[in-house]
């Protein structure tokens, strides 16, 4: 992800994942639950600002769709925007 293109937001405004009621797709799949699992390390160690949005997309892990592998490295494309931040705490 050196070259990925940087998105401001974890998510997009107003996205909305929907079910998927298709066959699950072995591919799709392993790479959302990859993907997700990642995020969900970060998630807990560093990078509080894609808390709601991870946990949103991890109601999908069983049955993943192409759209939810996509928002998923949506979510990586904003991190990859990130990578300079950090948390500061002054004081007590």
């Known amino acids: 992800m050196h070259n990925a293109k940087i998105t401001p937001t974890p998510i997009l405004s ?24 990642s995020l969900l390390y970060l998630m807990l160690g560093m990078c509080l600002d894609i808390n709601f949005t991870v946990i949103k997309m991890s109601q999908f892990l069983a049955n993943p769709s192409q759209d939810h592998l996509e928002k998923a490295m949506y979510i990586m494309h904003y991190l990859v925007g990130t990578q300079g931040y950090h948390m500061v705490y002054d004081g007590i």
Do not use: C, T
């Not at 107003?14 to 997700?36: C, D, L, M, R, T």
């Open 14 to 37: 107003g996205y909305v994942p929907q079910e998927n009621k298709g066959a699950v797709n072995p591919v799709w799949h392993q790479k959302f639950q990859s993907v997700i699992g």
